[in-house]
């Protein structure tokens, strides 16, 4: 290793007795990362490490960002035991639509292969959590553990009749009580997808109810509650306003970034193509063509992330944050581009 193993960035990985992926690093000096393993003292991790360690390989990338993007890569595709977790950015969380007989939202800080829907990442997780306790009370979603029993309205005859809601937010109009026989599944089903289109960032039907109650109460002459009706919908316009902003955020997260020879095609924070930078300016030019099609292009549900998508949008929100001077030579193909790709 001392011969061949140069100061370059790159990732390595160390391997066990049977073949198997130990450990994946990265470094903008390889040479002097491994290096480092045997001088570890024996009360730190990498003494254990190399201490099962078989055999030790590496390969070369043309930038840090380079070797940081594919250390994800290869964690991901071996999940080594010793890396039991990688870096996650606490800065960040996401709205989670579970995937149950009576879907729940919550605020959470990672996205499983759960089958629930994600959506994210947001900034900012108090902000967040107020968003969605707001939305969850105006579409009286429930909120209960997930291994409560749902009877929904059109199921009764299967359960024996009527039965009593198992919290006080069906009393006071915030949950529609499925798990009681209150609403059916159908009904509740088109709340959930209210909240859905909500998080998309459509704020206007949840909004609509809420104006609706406050003409209501204007036509009774209920004055006291048509004030705390509009003080809720102001809540609410604020709490989207806020969503938008800190999803603004990751949505941010697109341009184009060269480094190290390569041009990466970045879009809300996750590389979508990637390939060699432009030497000339006919394949720049080229290059932001292809770029207004790539970036520009629509996308189902453009808000959900994937958990194999989670760790990278994340990785790369942490990396622009941390290196702003990178973020400065980025640069976005303009709308007359788009619209020549798409032509």
């Known amino acids: 290793m001392r011969a061949t193993c140069e100061k ?10 049977g073949g198997e992926v130990l450990y994946v690093g990265k470094s903008r000096e390889v040479r002097t990362r491994l290096l480092s393993y045997f001088r570890a003292s024996p ?14 390989a590496w390969e070369y990338a043309p930038s840090e960002f380079a070797a940081v993007v594919a250390e994800l890569r290869a964690i991901q595709r071996w999940q080594p035991p010793y890396n039991v977790e990688h870096r996650r950015d606490r800065a960040f969380c996401f709205v989670k639509l579970t995937r149950e007989a009576a879907p729940r939202l919550l605020t959470v800080r ?7 829907q994600y959506f994210g990442p947001f900034r900012g997780a108090e902000h967040v959590r107020l968003t969605v306790r ?15 029993p749902m009877r929904f309205a059109d199921q009764l005859d299967l359960f024996g009749g009527a039965h009593t809601p198992l919290c006080l937010r069906a009393q006071v109009r915030k949950c529609l009580a499925p798990c009681a026989g209150q609403c059916s599944r159908s009904t509740y ?10 998080l998309d960032g459509d704020a206007e039907p949840p909004l609509g109810i809420l104006r609706a109650r406050l003409q209501e109460a204007a036509a009774r002459l209920n004055f006291e509650y048509a004030a705390a009706v509009r003080d809720r919908i102001a809540r609410l316009e ?4 806020e969503l938008r902003s800190l999803r603004g955020v990751i949505d941010g997260l697109t341009f184009v970034y060269e480094t190290g020879g390569r041009a990466y095609l970045i879009r809300r924070g996750r590389i979508r193509e990637e390939r060699e930078a432009p030497a000339s300016p006919a394949e720049k030019a080229a290059l932001h063509v292809h770029a207004a099609r790539v970036l520009t292009r629509s996308e189902h549900q453009p808000g959900t992330v994937q958990p194999t998508q989670a760790a990278e949008i994340l990785l790369l929100a942490r990396w622009f944050r941390l290196h702003p001077e990178e973020r400065e030579g980025c640069w976005v193909p303009d709308q007359a581009e788009a619209r020549t790709a798409s032509g």
């Open 43 to 56: 009360n730190e991790k990498a003494h254990e490490i190399i201490g099962n360690t078989h055999e030790i």
């Open 238 to 241: 604020e709490s989207a306003w």
């Open 8 to 17: 370059r960035p790159g990732i390595y990985w160390m391997v066990g007795p």
């Open 134 to 148: 707001e939305i969850s009370d105006l579409l009286e979603l429930r909120d209960c553990a997930a291994a409560t």
């Open 189 to 198: 089903e088109g709340q959930v997808e209210l909240a859905r289109r909500f």
């Open 110 to 116: 990672e996205v499983h292969a759960d089958g629930a």
